[in-house]
């Protein structure tokens, strides 16, 4: 499955270190960091890739004994 995120970079100036800051403005908490463009793009993948991996992990450990229904949904965002 593939989703389509909007990615955000920001410069470091160089007294400051230098590089690049990115985070995914629809999901709060993917953000990462690189000394070029593309390694905070590669990064930010990541971050991306492993925060959806434990975000399905958590989902299955609800607690048993209740009744749960679970379905995807497609949602419009203008």
């Known amino acids: 499955m593939e ?5 955000v970079y920001e410069q470091v100036p160089e007294s400051e270190g230098g590089g690049y800051t990115a985070y995914a403005e629809e999901l709060p908490g993917a953000i990462s960091e690189g000394d070029t463009l593309e390694e905070a793009r590669e990064n930010l993948r990541d971050a991306i890739e492993l925060l ?3 975000n ?3 989902a299955g450990k ?3 004994g209740k009744k749960i229904k679970r379905e995807q949904i497609t949602v419009s965002v203008a």
């Open 3 to 7: 989703t389509v995120v909007t990615a």
């Open 56 to 58: 399905r992990e958590l």
């Open 62 to 64: 609800r607690p048993s």
């Open 52 to 54: 959806l991996e434990a």
